[in-house]
Antibody, heavy 116, light 111 residues
């Protein structure tokens, strides 16, 4: 059974860079898309972007200028970097595995708060 | 990129059936048979309950069903139970599969 375990800083100041990493255990790393999804407090889910095994990426057009998703296949890990954060970026961030077009597995979620 | 449109809330009594809609455009919901639905209880990660419009993952009750007509996908829950009270989110490919988009989410209350 695949498990996704994520970590990263939970408190940032405005203009800093958000960095999260997700490790994949117990399953194949190839053949899937590895995604980042976020959920502001009390709101719906927002798709941030994804990467596949070969490093090909897709990003939410509204975040594309600030987002980078990278992959380290030697460690079965992928990472999210979001630059110039503001209070609007405060959210629970999830890493997730996509098979086809459906999210089959989720990380535990990380609450990232942006506050001065 | 706009979120898919879902009603903010729906409600029903135990045993009833309810339907949650997810409206997009021909560039997302209408363009692909790839809509999926997720159930999310408070403080928990979402859980896949429907994929590819109307397919159920293993272990998901047959009380959950999905359909699509034009640019609108729907999730129907029959025989409503107290444990179904949760938030429900739809999800679709978009923009020629260049990106993906969620609905705004629907809070289901079981009265």
């Amino acid at each position: 059974q695949v498990q996704l375990q994520q970590w990263g800083a939970g408190l940032l100041k405005p203009s800093e860079t958000l960095s999260l990493t997700c490790a994949v255990y117990g399953g194949s790393f190839s053949g899937y898309q590895w995604n980042w999804i976020r959920q502001p407090p009390g709101k719906g889910l927002e798709w941030i972007g994804e990467i596949n095994y070969s490093g090909s990426t897709k990003y939410n057009p509204s975040l594309k200028s600030r987002v980078t998703i990278s992959v380290d296949t030697s460690k079965n890990q992928f990472s999210l970097h979001l630059t110039s954060v503001t209070a609007a970026d405060t959210a629970v961030y999830y890493c997730a595995r996509l098979l086809g077009a459906s999210v089959t597995n989720w990380g535990q979620g990380t609450l990232v708060t942006v506050s001065s | 990129q706009s979120a898919l449109t879902q009603p903010a809330s729906v409600s029903g009594t135990p045993g009833q059936s309810i339907t949650i809609s997810c409206t997009g455009t021909s560039s997302d919901v209408g363009g692909y048979n790839l809509v999926s639905w997720y159930q999310q209880h408070p403080g928990k990660a979402p859980k896949l309950i429907i994929y590819e419009v109307n397919r159920r993952p293993s272990g998901i009750s047959n009380r959950f069903s999905g359909s699509k007509s034009g640019n609108t996908a729907s999730l129907t829950i029959s025989g409503l139970q107290a444990e179904d009270e949760a938030d429900y989110h739809c999800f679709s490919n978009s923009g020629g599969s260049a990106f993906r988009v969620f609905g705004g989410g629907t809070k289901l209350t079981v009265l």
